[in-house]
């Protein structure tokens, strides 16, 4: 509680300009200070995979399967493609409410869209046709609505879609580099609660007939199915209903696709249960074990929420309990974080899509990297809420910016670094190899991201042996008149914002000399690229 009240009254000090407040930087110039860090470099604590970062779209933008013609807009895809590898999920509580129609026909939205790309590399030069993309976003806030009002009261209703609503899907993913997992309804039952296959089944050959590569779920949350329709699946059921899903990928095209699950939510009370069954059962036909985390409810949650360490380290009991429950039952079995966002419900109003939902957004990269989960989908690239990485208007917005960092800077090699002294709840930090695609890097070379809960300037001092290496920092603060709740970043001073449609900004560096503190001001955070590091574990 104190600390809350603390929190609340350094906003009212912060006021609209947040961390970018000159009387901000008064405070920090007078109260500035310096921490040591420790490095554990001889060997790698993880090893995470090269679409660790990957991201979501939520199934419910199939409801009205019109809205689906918003993935074929070329800057959705220019900002996809920014974020490659990496995974895309089409899944959420939807996903248990869809049901594949092979004979409906596609709606005028989708029939436009595929007459524009006749003759044509669709990859290249697809696009919207400009009457259909201005009359879908006059009606998206409509349709969000529904679609938020739908997953508040969790009464939802049926939808079909079409062998058009997958080939766009599909097609999105595919002309930005990203391999789709797609979510099968799993509430498509007998009478004797048995999984229904038969639905899943004309998907399957309508895929396999297109050549698609894709992996596949099953399945959205299913701790929660009373809930949402009244039915109770036991982890045991569950588990032999994915050993007949994997049957049946054994029997088609997709015989060496992957299948991931069970999607549960929270490990608390039954829900582990039901992944400690589900795992019994069918733990040996899945390649990773997937879970879902939210720090908070978005209809409650609070600024101070999203700028307390504390809630930055309730992420930590979840992800032990998980692996608890998954080494005991499918040892040395994958885990991933399936879907993972600062707040559930579509994210916090006002705060989700703003620069201080960075702080949660690195600081989970960060711990899940550390705690050994080896791929995070961040819910979601484009779609309803307020948690999205790109707004209505194709915006990228700050976690946008975040996640294209790391994808530049941070490798799959993952390394110790800490604090020293008291300070380090408030000031965290994260060290990676740096990514060997980047081609101003190296082998050996180091990535440090950090960030910065004070209120006052901190100056990191590297180990004495990397004390003389040149340092690339990659500064992030918000950019504007609302400070910390700014829907604006810039990078060392540069407002990021995209050269054109097809084009991203470059991420431009700031080099240190060498033996210079690397600061990192009130409120902020950011990568520093220590070079020439020669770290045994990067080489």
């Given at each position: 509680?104190?600390?809350?009240?603390?929190?609340?009254?350094?906003?009212?000090?912060?006021?609209?300009?947040?961390?970018?407040?000159?009387?901000?930087?008064?405070?920090?110039?007078?109260?500035?200070?310096?921490?040591?860090?420790?490095?554990s470099?001889?060997?790698?604590?993880?090893?995470?995979?090269?679409?660790?970062?990957?991201?979501?779209?939520?199934?419910n933008?199939?409801?009205?399967?019109?809205?689906?013609?918003?993935?074929?807009?070329?800057?959705?895809?220019?900002?996809?493609?920014?974020?490659?590898?990496?995974?895309?999920?089409?899944?959420?509580?939807?996903?248990?409410?869809?049901?594949?129609?092979?004979k409906?026909?596609?709606?005028?939205?989708?029939?436009?869209?595929?007459?524009?790309?006749?003759?044509?590399?669709?990859?290249?030069?697809?696009f919207?046709?400009?009457?259909?993309?201005?009359?879908?976003?006059?009606?998206?806030?409509?349709?969000?609505?529904?679609?938020?009002?739908?997953?508040?009261?969790?009464?939802?209703?049926?939808?079909?879609?079409?062998?058009?609503?997958?080939?766009?899907?599909?097609?999105f993913?595919?002309?930005?580099?990203?391999?789709?997992?797609?979510?099968?309804?799993?509430?498509?039952?007998?009478?004797?609660?048995?999984?229904n296959?038969?639905n899943?089944?004309?998907?399957?050959?309508?895929?396999?007939s297109?050549?698609?590569?894709?992996?596949?779920?099953?399945g959205?949350?299913?701790?929660?199915?009373?809930?949402?329709?009244?039915?109770?699946?036991?982890?045991?059921?569950?588990?032999?209903?994915?050993?007949?899903?994997h049957?049946?990928?054994?029997?088609?095209?997709?015989?060496?696709?992957?299948?991931y699950?069970?999607?549960?939510?929270?490990?608390?009370?039954?829900?582990?249960?039901?992944?400690?069954?589900?795992?019994?059962?069918?733990?040996?036909?899945i390649?990773?074990?997937?879970?879902?985390h939210?720090?908070?409810?978005?209809?409650?949650?609070?600024k101070?929420?999203?700028?307390?360490?504390?809630?930055?380290?309730?992420?930590?009991?979840?992800?032990?309990?998980?692996?608890?429950?998954?080494?005991?039952?499918?040892?040395?079995?994958?885990?991933w974080?399936g879907?993972?966002?600062?707040?559930?419900?579509?994210?916090?109003?006002?705060?989700?899509?703003?620069?201080?939902?960075?702080?949660?957004?690195?600081?989970?990269?960060?711990?899940?990297?550390?705690?050994?989960?080896?791929?995070?989908?961040?819910?979601?690239?484009?779609?309803?809420?307020?948690?999205?990485?790109?707004?209505?208007?194709?915006?990228?917005?700050?976690?946008?910016?975040?996640?294209?960092?790391?994808k530049?800077?941070?490798?799959?090699?993952?390394?110790?670094?800490?604090?020293?002294?008291?300070?380090?709840?408030?000031?965290?930090?994260?060290?990676?190899?740096?990514?060997?695609?980047?081609?101003?890097?190296?082998?050996?070379?180091?990535?440090?991201?950090?960030?910065?809960?004070?209120?006052?300037?901190?100056?990191?001092?590297?180990?004495?042996?990397?004390?003389?290496?040149?340092?690339?920092?990659?500064?992030?603060?918000?950019?504007?008149?609302?400070?910390?709740?700014?829907?604006?970043?810039?990078?060392?001073d540069?407002?990021?914002?995209?050269?054109?449609?097809?084009?991203?900004?470059?991420?431009?560096?700031?080099?240190l000399?060498?033996?210079?503190?690397?600061?990192?001001?009130?409120?902020?955070?950011?990568?520093f690229?220590?070079?020439?590091?020669?770290?045994?574990?990067?080489?």
């Amino acid at each position: 509680m104190l600390l809350r009240l603390k929190l609340g009254l350094l906003l009212l000090l912060l006021g609209p300009l947040g961390a970018s407040s000159p009387g901000v930087l008064v405070a920090s110039a007078q109260t500035e200070d310096s921490v040591e860090l420790d490095f554990s470099t001889e060997q790698p604590v993880h090893l995470v995979s090269p679409a660790f970062l990957s991201f979501t779209i939520d199934a419910n933008l199939a409801t009205d399967p019109r809205f689906l013609t918003f993935l074929g807009s070329p800057k959705l895809h220019t900002l996809a493609r920014g974020l490659s590898p990496a995974y895309l999920r089409f899944g959420g509580s939807k996903t248990d409410f869809l049901i594949f129609d092979p004979k409906k026909e596609p709606s005028f939205e989708e029939r436009s869209y595929w007459q524009c790309q006749f003759n044509q590399d669709i990859c290249k030069s697809g696009f919207i046709p400009s009457d259909v993309e201005k009359r879908l976003q006059l009606e998206w806030p409509f349709q969000e609505q529904l679609l938020l009002k739908e997953q508040y009261y969790k009464r939802f209703r049926n939808s079909t879609y079409s062998r058009s609503s997958v080939d766009i899907l599909y097609t999105f993913a595919s002309c930005s580099g990203l391999h789709l997992i797609f979510g099968l309804n799993a509430l498509l039952r007998t009478a004797d609660l048995q999984w229904n296959s038969s639905n899943a089944q004309l998907l399957l050959d309508y895929c396999s007939s297109k050549s698609y590569n894709i992996s596949w779920e099953l399945g959205n949350e299913p701790n929660s199915f009373q809930k949402k329709a009244g039915i109770f699946i036991g982890g045991l059921q569950l588990g032999e209903d994915f050993i007949k899903l994997h049957k049946l990928l054994e029997k088609s095209a997709f015989k060496n696709a992957n299948l991931y699950g069970p999607d549960v939510g929270q490990p608390r009370g039954k829900t582990v249960n039901m992944l400690r069954n589900f795992l019994k059962t069918g733990g040996e036909v899945i390649d990773s074990v997937t879970w879902h985390h939210y720090y908070l409810d978005g209809r409650t949650a609070t600024k101070e929420d999203f700028l307390n360490p504390d809630v930055l380290d309730t992420f930590i009991s979840p992800v032990q309990k998980i692996f608890q429950v998954v080494e005991k039952t499918s040892p040395h079995k994958k885990v991933w974080l399936g879907e993972t966002s600062s707040a559930y419900g579509g994210g916090a109003p006002l705060l989700s899509d703003t620069f201080a939902a960075g702080f949660m957004w690195l600081d989970k990269l960060g711990l899940s990297a550390r705690l050994g989960i080896e791929v995070v989908m961040r819910q979601v690239f484009f779609g309803a809420g307020n948690y999205h990485l790109v707004d209505e208007n194709f915006e990228p917005l700050p976690d946008y910016w975040l996640s294209l960092l790391f994808k530049k800077l941070v490798g799959t090699n993952v390394l110790m670094a800490s604090v020293k002294g008291r300070a380090r709840s408030k000031l965290r930090v994260y060290l990676h190899c740096t990514n060997i695609n980047h081609p101003r890097y190296k082998e050996g070379d180091l990535t440090l991201y950090a960030l910065n809960l004070h209120n006052v300037t901190k100056h990191f001092q590297l180990p004495h042996y990397l004390f003389d290496k040149e340092v690339d920092r990659y500064l992030v603060k918000p950019s504007g008149p609302d400070g910390l709740f700014s829907k604006y970043v810039q990078l060392n001073d540069k407002t990021l914002k995209m050269v054109d449609d097809q084009t991203l900004p470059a991420l431009t560096e700031k080099p240190l000399s060498p033996g210079s503190p690397l600061s990192l001001p009130a409120f902020s955070y950011g990568f520093f690229v220590i070079r020439n590091a020669r770290v045994a574990a990067c080489l």
